[in-house]
Nanobody
Framework: QVQLAESGGGLAQPGASLSLSCVIS????????MAWFRQGPGKERDLVASIRWFDGTTWFPRSVKGRFTISRDTAKKTLFLQMNSLKPEDTGVYYC????????????WGQGTQVTVSS
């Protein structure tokens, strides 16, 4: 059974930085793409960053491009999200998710970590 566990959320002021981690456990883990999603208050869950596990190719929506960086440590099975120049609209619960194979949905999810950006 694969499990994903996020950490690193918290309260930050606008303009500050936060770093999130997602530790993956389970002997049967395989990944085509991993991603970070965000669900703001009263909003749908949106994709904010993705990374192709085997070659590190990344994607970001326009709303975070240039401010967020996604990376992974394949040996330690850990996913990271570095968030810089935070804005109040970055507030939400951040989830890491795994797409096990090409064409799959994101079927494996962490429990989420809260990020609040406020002065």
């Amino acid at each position: 059974q694969v499990q994903l566990a996020e950490s690193g959320g918290g309260l930050a002021q606008p303009g500050a930085s936060l770093s999130l981690s997602c530790v993956i456990s389970g002997r049967t883990f395989s990944s085509y793409t991993m991603a970070w999603f965000r669900q703001g208050p009263g909003k749908e869950r949106d994709l904010v960053a993705s990374i192709r596990w085997f070659d590190g190719t990344t994607w970001f929506p326009r709303s975070v491009k240039g401010r967020f960086t996604i990376s992974r440590d394949t040996a330690k099975k850990t996913l990271f999200l570095q968030m810089n120049s935070l804005k109040p609209e970055d507030t939400g619960v951040y989830y890491c998710a795994n797409q096990p194979a090409f064409g799959d949905q994101y079927t494996q999810w962490g429990q989420g970590t809260q990020v609040t950006v406020s002065s």
